[in-house]
């Protein structure tokens, strides 16, 4: 069966097993989540990434990040522009996610970039997800 959302699938792994408070996840490696797991990394979200080449497309180890209490790091994550709705947004109404305390990942003409990096120079784009 084909996925109809692969970003959707990435965050739901993600979710899971920072919940289950596994070590690390693998994923299926495309350019896009690439770069998400790069901005989780310099956002603190995660530990590290690496990229594992198998027969396909290969995979993405995202090592996965815990407090002292060992609770997880990523409280959440959420898809906003989905395939069947796309949401578009410009720079002057980019959101802030739980007042600034998590980030939103905006897909936009220079790159996939978080909303921060948006603010400061001052683009919009496709508002992909929001993590926190």
């Known amino acids: ?17 920072s919940n289950s408070k596994q070590k690390y996840v693998d994923i299926p490696a495309s350019r896009v989540k690439a770069q998400m797991s790069k901005i989780l990394l310099d956002s603190g979200y995660v530990s590290g990434v690496k990229y ?11 090592y996965l990040k815990y407090t002292r209490e060992n609770t997880p790091v990523i409280a959440g994550a959420q898809r906003v522009s989905r395939p069947s709705r796309r ?16 980030i939103a990942i905006v897909s936009t003409s220079q790159g996939i970039l978080t909303d921060i990096e948006c603010r400061k120079r001052g683009i919009g784009g496709e508002i992909m997800c929001e993590v926190w």
Do not use: F
Request: net charge positive; no cysteine; charged share 25%.
């Open 87 to 102: 949401v578009y947004t410009g720079r002057t109404h980019l959101p802030r996610v739980l007042g600034g305390y998590g």
């Open 1 to 17: 069966m084909a996925m109809t959302d692969p970003i959707a699938d990435y965050l739901t792994r993600l979710r899971n097993a």
């Open 52 to 62: 594992i080449e198998d027969d396909r497309q290969g995979l993405l180890r995202v």
